[in-house]
């Protein structure tokens, strides 16, 4: 178990009760930059993306960072799974690092940089 996780280096599997999410097939974006890969969610396995971590599981819903790649640029949007449904919503705007901190009164902390020095928040 990784005690300070980063974009970088998290823990590949994470469990809340009887929710499980794992991560397989990880890979630099490129070298020194965050890690991205598959995700299972109880086992099976979300297609057509690729996603960072470290993830947050709150009740029955999964935020992570959702790799977004286009003809002009790449980065990150937060990706809100739902654990019984799969369904998956995105929020805010595309950023290249979103380094998850906490979920707090109704919003979702992160940060833009791996030293926790650019801070910022997400209404759910």
């Known amino acids: ?4 996780e980063n974009p970088i280096q998290f823990n590949i599997t994470v469990e809340l009760k009887a929710n499980k999410v794992s991560y397989s097939n990880l ?9 991205i ?17 470290p993830c947050l599981l709150e ?14 640029s790449s980065g990150f949007k937060l990706a809100i799974i739902n654990i019984d449904t799969f369904e998956i919503k995105t929020i805010g705007r595309k950023t290249p690092l979103i380094f998850l901190d906490e979920i707090k009164n109704g919003r979702i902390y992160y940060y ?11 209404e759910l």
Do not use: A, W
Not at 1 to 4: E, L, P, R
Not at 61 to 72: A, G
Not at 112 to 122: A, F, M, P, V, Y
């Open 59 to 72: 009740m029955n819903y999964v935020y992570i960072p959702m790799f977004i790649r286009n003809i002009f």
């Open 37 to 53: 890969g598959n995700i299972y969610i109880n086992n099976k396995q979300i297609d057509k993306y690729k996603f960072g971590g």
């Open 112 to 122: 833009k940089d791996l030293h926790k020095t650019i801070i910022d928040s997400l």
């Open 27 to 35: 890979m630099e974006i490129c070298q020194g930059c965050p890690v």
């Open 1 to 4: 178990m990784i005690k300070f």
